[in-house]
């Protein structure tokens, strides 16, 4: 795959920033360089959960208005080699041969964009040659369906197109709730990228993404790996929830 990534997904809480902070934070601690770039305009939330708000000056609008990216991109304490640049909280478009002209000079092996929901991007056209897209799924009917959108989407644009099952666990599976993996994968229409399994951690300790001994970390790992090129075989549904 390309190395500048866009998180997408077709439904909203799918857990797009979480797999993008997820993947970033593998890759760093793999010893890429990365910058993870909030893309929610309004709605960012990058900068709480690599808990940099409180020194975050400058944002993305600000470096597309001509601010140096230095003065802009904030390391996240808690993962050596991961960058943050955040989202502008003013919803004002972002022009997209200032996003290519940025993505193209930035200096870093990969770039994670964390998305909006959705498929309404005016910029996408601009930088659609330098990305390749991972679509953000749930097992639910609805987010299944909507992946199957945004892969649509993705696919326009030519890039290569993954997808990650997050939030998977077999109780759902079992009782209904998700479909089975091959089916969400056959909706989606791309090729699986990894199964990122549901974890109360994700709410009840926001930073368990940056252990090492968190279950949801190994598949983001695993994820990374395949973004890299690497055969990593997918575990079995059940030792992915028991973090193996
Ligand atoms: N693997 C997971 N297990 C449990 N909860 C998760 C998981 N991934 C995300 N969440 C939770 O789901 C909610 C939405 O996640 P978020 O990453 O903000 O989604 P999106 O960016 O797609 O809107 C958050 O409360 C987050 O903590
Ligand atoms: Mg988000």
């Known amino acids: 795959m390309r190395n500048i990534l866009a998180v997408v997904s077709g439904k909203g809480g799918v857990g797009k920033s979480t797999c993008a902070l997820g993947i970033a934070t593998a890759m760093a601690r793999k010893g890429k360089k990365t910058l993870l770039i909030d893309l929610d305009c309004g709605l960012r939330c990058l900068d709480l959960m690599a808990d940099v708000s409180e020194s975050l000056v400058f944002d993305l609008g600000d470096v597309l208005n001509g601010r ?70 749930c097992g639910d009917a609805v987010s299944v369906r909507d992946s199957g959108v945004a892969a649509d989407y993705a696919a326009r644009f030519g890039g290569h197109c993954r997808l990650v099952i997050n939030k998977y666990t077999r109780r759902h599976l079992k009782n209904g709730v998700y479909s089975g993996i091959d089916d969400i994968i056959d909706c989606s229409g791309c090729r699986l990228l990894g199964i990122v399994p549901f974890d109360d951690d994700c709410i009840r300790k926001p930073f368990s993404i940056f252990h090492r001994k968190n279950k949801k970390v190994k598949a983001f790992s695993r994820i990374a790996d395949r973004i890299y090129g690497y055969e990593t075989p997918l575990p079995k549904v059940k030792r992915i929830e028991k973090g193996k």
């Open 68 to 137: 140096p990216l230095n003065d802009a991109v904030l390391p996240v304490p808690r993962r050596h080699g991961l960058w943050l640049l955040a989202a502008p909280y003013d919803t004002k478009s972002i022009d997209g041969e200032a996003l290519e002209r940025l993505l193209l000079s930035a200096d870093y092996d990969y770039i994670i964009l964390d998305m909006p929901a959705g498929t309404d991007f005016p910029y996408i056209e601009a930088i659609s040659d330098i990305v390749d897209f991972i679509v953000v799924t």
